[in-house]
């Protein structure tokens, strides 16, 4: 679920910048409706890609929440030179 997550905001993402792109290079000033539309994708990238990586650190960082605290048994095997 968490790919698809990602891979639905990176599309959100790269549709909201054409419109971006489209309103300062190309002729979308000048259509009302792509007007409206060019200002909430504005609104969308800013909001995506705070979401995007609010998502990616906070999956990122569960696989690191109990490193080395929980799932070691404190045994640690010695090289085959160590010597009491």
């Not at 000048?30 to 650190?57: D, E, Y």
């Not at 640690?76 to 160590?82: G, I, K, P, V, W």
Request: proline letters at 0%.
């Amino acid at each position: 679920m968490f790919i698809g997550l990602l891979i639905l905001i990176r599309v959100l993402f790269a549709a909201s910048m054409v419109f971006i792109i489209g309103y300062v290079y190309g002729s979308f000033s000048k259509n009302t409706t792509l007007k409206v539309i060019t200002k909430i994708a504005a609104i969308l990238v800013i909001v995506l890609f705070i979401g995007a990586n609010i998502l990616i650190f906070r999956f990122a960082g569960s696989r690191w929440r109990y490193h080395g605290t929980q799932y070691g048994c404190g045994y640690d095997q010695s090289d085959s030179t160590f010597k009491k």
